[in-house]
């Protein structure tokens, strides 16, 4: 006998047994209030909205779709993934600096992610375009000996190249930051695990650290990525001028009509970031890998233990 | 095997491990065991250069750990070459340390293929292999997460044994076990230590010791109190400090 009935020591019996709860939900009046109240006052808005000429839906539907729009928005999207391809990469190497056991290499991290955090993205941006003026020519060699190329900054670099470079740089040491969070987050014991297999330190960074401290990585990274794509909006301080929205409002300058460009520019940006969010659901399910409460693919564990029989190892 | 003379540890001022000298010879298991605090891990830790050792001598097969030494003098080691000296000695933690991004099948695949530069098809057989020998054959497709605790540290061992090392040590690898679970873990380390394998075991499992041990290490406060055939030692302790300790344990 394991457990005593009410009533003593009877066994519990079939009608004994307690019936699946059937309770009354609990009521949340003001939650359904709130919401009437929010739905309500949105949709006085939105009435308002269509009706006052100001906003010139008119105008929103027809620059929407407008060449010189969807030219721009897709430069915006190359802008806002070039630079943060270079941040990534860039801002992962610089963790990792940060975290080597070489003082020399720790140091020069440091010194980059000090001057390209402690300086505004738009004065840098500034400095990208002015490039052409400080260093005329850009050559590459050894110094003080006849260089092996040399080109003119202005004819090699365009402002859409130095946009990204600006943008990228100043993104890096914000990137670099965020990786060597991830990075500290794993716990230590694998670093000792690999270190006691005979893997290197830069193995164990590449196989062992790095994929784990992607789960931290990833969601300050989506961030990064949607402000990314509004900085640059930031690009003409270089200047570019075929970004969304310097584009935008080139056109409203000549239509003097500045409102329906900028709702045009924001459904743009909006739409962008919409797809990213969604990019970055599929990114952290990919990474939450072994960590999850996902059961393994090929098999449900059953409540009990089957004996090991060898030779069963799955075969794929 | 294990030659450790005269080895001192310091952290700082805090002196862990006072000049401790001990032997193991080739297929032999040594069981240390001792107080916590005693200096076990650290000397453990020391054998695979994962600390550095601040006086004395240590080697493994002939090899000394962590220096060469050439005219009288110690030079320190090429971070790659005390990795090579790493790969021949496997190590199994209290906490398992299994990567917890791969699967029991990568966990114990990823050294040999990242460090020895076997082929992934190579690398599978063996893997393969040790699951079966430690009786996970039908898991190797699970993550550590979805692993009790007695079937991860099953997997640690085959990872270090993926390594083929010819010394294993062992740091309280049964201690974060439920007990039920504590059992299986001491069968694949006593198949182990039949087949000929050099350990170094850091336990309380006194049992373990009497049955598989060859000699038996008392430690306390970073010295070696007493060292012997685990039956004498056990059966008849000769300092207080061990006395005291295993009517504790027992
Ligand atoms: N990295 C470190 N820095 C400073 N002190 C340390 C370090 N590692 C260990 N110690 C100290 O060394 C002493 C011995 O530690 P060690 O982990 O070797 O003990 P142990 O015998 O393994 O104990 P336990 O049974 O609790 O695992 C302790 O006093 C500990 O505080
Ligand atoms: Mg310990």
Known sequence: ???????????????????PIQAIRLRHPWRTVLAGVLILLLALFVIDAARRPAYDWPSVAKYIFDRRISRAAVNTLQLMVYAMVIAIVLGVILAVMRLTPNPVVKSVAWFYIWVFRGTPVYVQLVFWGLLAVIYQNIDIGIPF?????????????????????????NEAS?????????????????????????????????????????????????????????????????PYSFDLYTRSRDISAETFNPIPMLIVASIWYL?????????????????????GDRQPDRKVVAGADPPASPGAGGVR | MVLADRVSKSFGTNQVLKSISLTVKRGEVMCLV????????????????????SAGRLSVD?????????????????????????????????????FPHMTALQNVMEAPQVVKGLSKTQAEQRARDLLDRVGLADRSDYYPAHLSGGQQQRVAIARALAMEPKLMLFDEPTSALDPELVGEVLDVMKGLAKSGMTMIV?????????????????????????????????????????????????
């Open chain 2, 34 to 53: 001792g107080p916590s605090g005693s200096g076990k891990s650290t000397f453990l830790r020391c054998i695979n250069h994962l600390e550095v050792v």
């Open chain 1, 271 to 291: 739409f962008f970031t919409s797809i990213l969010m969604v990019g970055q659901y599929f990114l952290e399910k990919r990474f939450a890998r072994g960590v």
């Open chain 1, 174 to 238: 914000y990137m670099s930051e965020i990786v060597r969070a991830g990075l500290l987050s794993v716990n230590r014991g694998q670093e000792e695990a690999a270190t006691a297999l005979g893997m290197s330190w830069f193995q164990t960074m590449r196989r062992i650290i790095l994929p784990q401290s992607m789960r931290v990585i990833i969601p300050p990274t989506g961030n990064e990525v949607i402000s990314m794509l509004k900085t640059t909006s930031l690009v003409t301080a270089v």
């Open chain 2, 62 to 98: 002939g090899d000394l750990i962590g220096y060469r030494e050439a005219n009288g003098r110690l030079y320190e080691l090429h971070p790659r070459e005390a990795a090579r000296q790493r790969r021949e000695i496997g190590m199994v933690f209290q906490l398992f340390n299994l």
């Open chain 1, 145 to 169: 000996m006849k260089p092996w190329f040399s080109f003119e900054t202005n004819a090699a670099l365009s402002t859409f190249t130095l946009a990204v470079i600006g943008l990228g740089l």
């Open chain 1, 1 to 19: 006998m394991t457990a005593d009935g009410p009533n003593g020591s009877e066994p519990p019996d079939e009608a004994l047994e307690s019936a």
């Open chain 2, 202 to 250: 850091v336990t309380h499992e006194m049992g373990f010791a009497r049955e598989v041990a060859d000699s038996f290490v008392f430690m306390d406060g970073g010295v070696v109190m007493e060292s012997g055939k685990p039956s004498e030692v056990l059966a008849n302790p000769q300092h207080k400090r061990t006395q005291a300790f295993l009517s504790k344990v027992l």
